[in-house]
């Protein structure tokens, strides 16, 4: 396809292939054109290299999931890929399972498209997304994540506009503060159908001097927590009656709408939803991250709460209202135990790891407990480089161990070479232990990569 062909990238395993080409030709019938291996690889050429050329020059990457994703070694490359070729990812289930280990760092923590549970809803949920990308450039996540959230190593600090992205402004240097995001933003973004709230961290208020009296500039805007994730899918029961199946649905729309950020339709759906079945978590769940999304934190918490009570598992409530407490109410005590009680209900949910460490940082500054639960997240998918650029920050600006903060950065570009943020904190560290010229040579190649590097 020409680069200027507008076009999902399908990403599947052999296994799964003919599941994935049904959806190919549903899709392509509607006018949504589609790449997808082998059909698309051209005569002659590298498998890999067709593979990345795709992905870069697709509009969004269509994950059909099932559960021997889980295993594919290629299926977590191309993830990994897509973020960092900021393309959207947009999960479609085919099983009704969920993913394990490293693949839960990147898909579990959002909503998805449920292909399993009707195909032809799925498949118009699919092109209600794709075309609401319009002309304009797409991105995943971020976490989580993602959200490209930074913790700088010198200021000034950024505070995120989205869950994958920041932006720069003054630090408070008095005690540095996880600030409420915007709802905009084009970095990496995981969009696995629903919900796609914000969960932002300010950076820390650091100088770091130099040799010759110089303050080193912070690293560009860097991706580092993992998405705030949204309620987990929910199928209606075998025996669901038509009220509780309406609610069910009308909980869905408003993940539609909470993925084309329109917060007050949202809210309008999970409102009516409640009304068909009052005792539907997920829609309290639903409903409270669109308050938090709207800056109504106390709503927010309430609706969470009443998730809470109504289904006392249910992990992700408790991290959403870790969520609102950390970044809405500044209340890092409460989040901390928010999202404790989220790894307790499910110890492998990295993102609730992953902004309680940044509460340790940011918030509590208890940093050794930051490094051992961004610990956690490599111990849950070792590839997660922004991990390791996070354990450099700590180590450089707080606890001025040089040595430790270059291992880190030198793990983070082992796994992403092109990350300049990495490559240039390197070249601060290495400029603190007295060798200019290797400095020079990172913090050069650094700006060579994003000229607005440190700035």
Known sequence: MANSEVFFFVSHVAENRDSALEIVGELERRGTRCWIAPRDIRPGRPFDDEIADAIENSRAMLLIFSDLCNDSEYIRREVT??????????????????????????????????????????????????????????????????????????????????????????????????????????????????CVAAAGLAGLGLFLATRNGETPAPPSPAALTQPAPTPKPTSPPAAATPAVKQAITLSGSGDADLVNKDYDRAIADYTQALQFDPKLAVAYNGRGSAYYEK???????????????????????????????????????????????????????????????????????????????????????????????????????????????????????????????????????????GDTADGDADIAGAKALDPNVGK
Request: aromatic share 12%.
């Open 295 to 433: 800056n109504e934190f106390d709503r927010a918490i309430a609706d969470h709460t009443e998730a809470i009570q109504l289904d006392p598992k249910l992990a992700d409530a408790y991290f959403h209202r870790g969520i609102a407490y950390s970044y809405g109410k500044h209340d890092y005590d409460r989040a901390v135990a928010d999202y404790t009680e989220a790894i307790q209900l499910d110890p492998i949910f990295a993102g609730a790891y992953f902004h309680r460490a940044i509460v340790y940082q940011n918030g509590t500054q208890d940093f050794d407990r930051a490094l051992s639960d961004y610990q956690e997240v490599l111990s849950l998918d070792a590839s997660f480089f922004l991990a390791h650029y996070n354990r450099g920050i700590i180590f450089q600006a707080l606890k001025k161990d040089f040595n430790r903060a270059i291992a880190e950065y030198t793990e983070a570009l082992r796994i992403n070479p092109n990350y300049a943020p990495a490559l240039y904190n390197r070249g601060v560290s290495k400029r603190m232990l």
């Open 81 to 194: 890929f897509a973020g960092e070729s900021h393309k959207t990812v947009i999960p479609f289930r085919i099983e009704n399972v969920l993913p394990r280990r490293g693949l839960r760092v990147r898909l579990s923590d959002l909503h998805w498209i449920d292909g399993f549970v009707s195909r032809e809803r799925a498949i118009e949920e699919v092109l209600k997304t794709f075309s609401s990308f319009g002309n304009a450039e797409t991105a995943i996540a971020a976490p989580a994540a993602p959200v490209q959230d930074a913790v700088h190593a010198a200021p000034p600090t950024a505070t995120p506009r989205s869950k994958w992205d920041v932006s720069q402004r003054t630090a408070d240097t008095a005690r540095p503060s996880p600030a409420k995001p915007a709802a905009s933003g084009n970095s990496l973004q995981f969009i696995l159908f629903g």
